[in-house]
C-alpha cells in the first residue's frame, strides 16, 4: 500500500498480526468497527482512507476493494468488506464478551433481525438527512431543498418511531438487556446528523436514554471515533 496512508500503530499480538483496518471516520460504519475494535482491545493498525480527496479510487485501494469503499479489514491475509461483516467476524474470532454478538441462537437471531432491516432503514434514513444538511449545501453552496428536507427528516421519524416500539421496547437496548452489534450500528448512524447541528433523537425521550446508555458502555471509545462529528458541529453551531 501507498504511504499516503496515515497509519496508526496499536499494541501487537504474540504470533498474530495485528488487524489492518481502512477506514474514514466520517464514515459511520468505519467508527463503528473503530469503537469495536479499541473498546476490545483487539490489537490492530488504522490506515485511514480520505474519501474527500478520493484516496478509495487509487489504484492500490481499488486492488484491494473493487468497490472502493471503506471499511475494509484484513487479518492475515484474509480481506473482508462490509461494516456488517466485518464486526461479527470480529466478534466470533477474537475474545470480546459474549453479549456483542450473542452465540445462544434466538439472541443471535435478534441482533441479526437488526442488522438485516438497519440497512434500508436506519442508514439510508439518517445519511440522507446528513447529505441533504452538510454534503449537498458542501459540494453546491446551496442550501437545502426545505420540501427534501422535510420529506427526509419525516422518512427518519418513522425510522426512529419503530426502533422504538419494534426494537426497544422497555428494554435497555435494542436486542435486550446487554449491548450489542445492533446498538453500535445504529447509534453511529444516527449521530452522524449531528455535523450539521442536528440532533435527531432531541425529541425522543426513550432514544436519548438508550444513546446515553450506548455511550456510557462504550466508555471513551465512542467519544474518540465522534471527534471529528464533534467538531463538524461545533463549527455548524459557530455560523449561526
Known amino acids: 500500500m501507498s504511504n ?12 498474530r498480526k495485528a488487524v489492518e483496518v481502512y477506514l474514514d471516520l466520517l464514515s459511520q460504519p468505519c467508527r463503528a468497527v473503530h469503537i469495536f475494535l479499541n473498546h ?27 468497490m472502493q469503499k471503506v471499511p475494509v479489514m484484513v487479518d492475515n491475509g484474509f480481506v473482508l468488506t462490509e461494516s456488517d461483516a466485518i464486526l461479527k467476524y470480529l466478534a466470533t474470532t477474537y ?14 437471531a435478534r441482533v441479526d433481525e437488526y442488522t438485516a432491516w438497519h440497512h434500508t432503514n436506519t442508514r439510508p434514513h439518517a445519511a440522507k438527512v446528513f447529505i441533504m444538511e452538510v454534503l449537498l449545501p458542501r459540494m453546491t453552496g446551496q442550501p437545502p431543498d426545505p420540501a427534501k428536507l422535510e420529506r427526509a427528516l ?7 418511531g419503530k426502533l422504538e416500539t419494534m426494537f426497544l421496547k422497555r428494554q435497555p437496548f435494542l436486542c ?33 436514554a438508550w444513546k ?5 458502555a462504550l466508555k471513551d471509545s465512542f467519544d474518540e471515533a465522534h471527534g471529528v462529528l464533534y467538531r463538524l458541529r461545533d463549527k455548524s453551531r459557530a455560523k449561526l
Not at 450489542?180 to 448512524?189: I, N, R
Open 176 to 208: 435486550g438487556d446487554d449491548i450489542t452489534l445492533a446498538d453500535l450500528l445504529a447509534a453511529c448512524e444516527l449521530m452522524q446528523p449531528l455535523a450539521g447541528g442536528r440532533d435527531v433523537l432531541k425529541d425522543r425521550p426513550l432514544l436519548v
Open 95 to 108: 475474545k470480546v464478551p459474549e453479549h456483542w454478538y450473542p452465540q445462544q441462537p434466538e439472541r443471535r
Open 4 to 15: 499516503r496512508f496515515q497509519e496508526y500503530h496499536e499494541s501487537d499480538m504474540a504470533g
Open 212 to 216: 446515553s446508555r450506548v455511550r456510557s
Open 154 to 160: 419525516a422518512e427518519l421519524g418513522d425510522t426512529l
Open 40 to 66: 476490545n482491545k483487539i490489537p490492530h493498525m488504522v490506515k485511514t482512507v480520505a474519501l474527500r480527496k478520493g484516496e478509495n479510487k487509487t489504484p492500490e485501494f481499488t486492488k484491494l476493494n473493487p
